[in-house]
């Protein structure tokens, strides 16, 4: 390494990887920024010209000719099409086939001596020389550039509207006790096999690295149908809370039992011996020796496991249903998708509210993450 | 909100219940046959049987569990796939004669193993470079961080996220997909990228390569970080350059790790649904086992036989791996 950083080849490698950075981060950036802007900028424009100024055509309707005064023997029609805002108009137009046919601040003529002026603040003026007949006002096409516009409507509108508040509860209540509850089982359960010696403590531990990788789908159908049967027998409904969170127990414990394992099976002899030595039981060893040691690989796991249940659509949607009240966050994105596929302020907020967990725990505790990677990457996922 | 209190109260009482139970049999145990205050035969004895049964005490929870949970299923699956969609009538091979002779599953197959060729091979390939250029630079830490960071992201999240680079408008309105305004930037026409046959099944392989990319870096940094400096340090005094130092010396003392990444992905691409699911979910012919399976479990009108005979396709293909991953970890304790 130390040869290659003096070679000039090394700002090959900064571009190189600035521009992988750029490849990977821009789709992410793509969705947080357009869920803040303006949900009518973010249909016609790229969220990558957020920032500028965006020319739109824009239609609006001059007041009608009950509101005309008589100025000077004319008669005068005013107000303004922007009311309000920061946009300016280019150009205007009365005909919806020339919606820029005029320049913002020169006159129209609309016939009958009519004359529509438009300036670039929006405000407009039409004079006429006879008083003006009808009860609609004139239409005005025009071209506004508006500026850039951020906001939080649209994250208002999910949490309230689109049931991403609800579900984001469900996930909650999916997620945290199916990371809590496996731990004690299977730290026992991997002390036992790191440090207890039994007949046959090698043909388990081969069982569950082979189990690490048996696909979910092996599970589901007669998971589902023993729950069915379950729920039948004792005539409680099949698809509840407690029935997910020991399926992501039973699916998480592999991983837990295997990596805790590895990680205890590491520490060094001499502390458990000294221990036992003083008399202490296994049981005190584990609780008050291993369990305090163990941490590090603790929370490695408590980590996957957490993303695995909060990021996980299958066991939701098989284990608690797709009913409107039961659908965890990843579930529901998949209904907007179908339901509201063009609704891009909904679908970008509604994923940023769905990955901003996950993102929270990755980011404060990516350290331990790695770690857990790195003493567990035989994992199937 | 109140399911929420409910959960963290069974949370607790989950909790509360695992260490009654660890205390609870521990002390049973240690009653029935104390080993302190007693003379010495007696007490070695009941030192013996407790040294015996404590074991099977700790794991009790997590065996049980595993075996309703894991174990159990696979021969249960097994035995569905010979059965009829109810579960009730044996069938025999008619499952599978179905399932060769369905279009569907033999695109399946065919897509599944376009997304196995390419996926593990090109986030090994991507998180290999990444993790030998990222090692050379002092933001290297911070350009690793995100590129790991769609690790954290939920598949039906990323797929929210390339659903929206992919986003198509038809041509002359002004694209807001960045894909598609790039190709208009360079003067080609718009194109609706989910529907191009075959094609869309590599758009669709982005989204996991985008995720699983960082996984290998991490793991293959790891490793380049352990390769003995000696080795480098000769190889640049015997005059070899960047490439061949890379490709000669560091990444053949890593094929372990490299094997270990790559059939890792494998497993994960094997089981790839929610991607699918979200973005096509199997139209255009990017149909995948997994979202197959799910498919014939529910909206097939739940044939059960059908969905586990796909099911025992995915798991013949993953046990391989599962055997290659057992010798090796035994291979492991033994050292």
């Not at chain 1, 199916?178 to 089982?185: D, E, G, K, Y």
């Amino acid at each position: 390494m130390i040869a290659s950083s003096r070679s000039p080849l090394i700002i090959v490698v900064h571009l190189s990887v600035l521009l992988l950075v750029a490849l990977w981060t821009l789709p992410t950036a793509g969705l947080l920024i357009s869920s803040l802007r303006d949900k009518d900028q973010l249909a016609v424009s790229g969220w990558w010209t957020a920032l500028s100024t965006s020319s739109q055509n824009l239609t609006g309707r001059a007041a009608s000719p009950e509101a005309q005064v008589e100025k000077d023997g004319k008669f005068v029609i005013s107000g303004n099409l922007l009311e309000g805002g920061n946009a300016k108009v280019s150009a205007f137009g009365v005909r919806p086939l020339q919606p820029s046919a005029f320049e913002a601040g020169t006159a129209a003529d609309l016939g009958d001596g009519q004359m529509l002026t438009v300036n670039e603040d929006g405000s407009y003026e039409i004079v006429s020389p006879t008083k003006m007949e009808g009860t609609r006002g004139q239409r005005i096409f025009y071209t506004a550039s508006v500026p850039p516009r951020f906001t939080l409507d649209n994250y208002r509108e999910v949490l309230n509207a689109a049931g991403i508040g609800s579900s984001f509860i469900n996930s909650l209540t999916v997620a945290i006790p199916s990371t809590i509850i496996p731990i004690l089982v299977a730290a026992f359960c991997a002390y036992a096999l790191a440090w207890m010696p039994f007949p046959g403590r090698a043909i388990l531990i081969a069982v569950i690295v082979g189990l690490l990788v048996v696909p979910l789908q092996m599970s589901l159908i007669p998971l589902l149908k023993l729950y069915n049967g379950v729920g039948a027998f004792f005539g409680v409904p099949a698809k509840t809370y407690v029935g997910i969170w020991l399926a992501h127990m039973g699916f998480g414990l592999p991983l837990a039992v295997y990596l805790l394992r590895n990680y205890m099976a590491g520490l060094p002899r001499e502390i458990m011996e000294s221990a036992r030595v003083d008399g202490a039981s296994d049981f005190d060893i584990f609780v008050k020796i291993i369990l305090p040691l163990s941490f590090p690989a603790l929370a490695s796991f408590s980590i996957f496991q957490f993303l695995w249940t909060w990021n996980d659509l299958l066991v939701a949607m098989v284990f608690l249903g797709t009913g409107n009240d039961e659908l965890v966050l990843t579930g529901r994105l998949v209904n907007l998708l179908g339901s509201r596929g063009g609704n891009w302020e909904i679908l970008t907020a509604s994923a940023f509210i769905t990955i901003i967990v996950p993102l929270i725990v990755f980011f404060s505790l990516q350290r331990y993450l790695v770690r857990g990677l790195l003493s567990g990457s035989v994992k199937g996922g | 909100m109140q399911q929420l209190l409910f959960a963290i109260f069974t949370m607790v009482g989950g909790v509360l219940a695992c260490a009654a139970y660890f205390f609870g049999t521990n002390w049973l145990l240690d009653t029935i046959f104390p080993s302190k205050g007693l003379t010495g035969a007696q007490a070695s004895r009941n030192l013996r049987i407790t040294n015996a049964i404590r074991p099977w005490l700790f794991m009790a929870p997590a065996l049980f569990a595993l075996a309703i949970y894991l174990v159990y299923p696979v021969f249960e699956s097994v035995r569905l796939a010979f059965h009829d969609r109810s579960g009730q009538q044996f069938v025999g091979f008619s499952n599978f004669v179905w399932m060769f002779n369905d279009g569907e599953f033999r695109q399946s197959i065919f897509n599944n193993f376009l997304w196995l060729l390419v996926v593990p091979a090109l986030s090994t390939f991507f998180g290999l470079v990444i993790a030998a250029l990222t090692d050379r630079i002092w933001w290297g830490n911070i350009a690793k961080t995100l590129i790991f960071m769609p690790m954290a992201i939920s598949f039906v999240g990323a797929a929210v996220i390339w659903k929206f680079v992919y986003d198509y408008r038809s041509e002359g309105s002004e694209q807001i997909g960045i894909l598609n305004a790039v190709v208009v930037a360079f003067g080609g026409a718009p194109e609706a990228w989910m529907t191009i046959p075959f094609w869309n099944n590599f758009f669709l392989m982005v989204i996991l390569i985008w995720i699983q990319t960082g996984f290998a870096m991490v793991i293959l940094s790891a490793a380049l970080r352990g390769i003995p400096e000696e080795t480098v340090e000769a190889a640049v005094i015997d005059g070899a350059n960047g490439f061949q130092i890379f490709f000669k010396i560091m990444v053949p003392q890593i094929w372990g790790t490299i094997a270990v990444v790559w059939t890792t992905i494998t497993i994960l691409v094997l089981k790839v649904f929610d991607i699918v699911l979200a973005m096509t979910n199997g139209q255009w012919q990017t149909q995948v086992l997994a979202n197959l399976m799910f498919d014939w479990m529910f909206r097939g009108g739940g044939d059960f036989g059908r969905g586990a005979s796909i099911a025992v396709v995915i798991m013949i293909l993953v046990i391989p791996i599962m055997i290659w991953n057992i010798r090796n970890a035994t291979k492991e304790m033994e050292r």
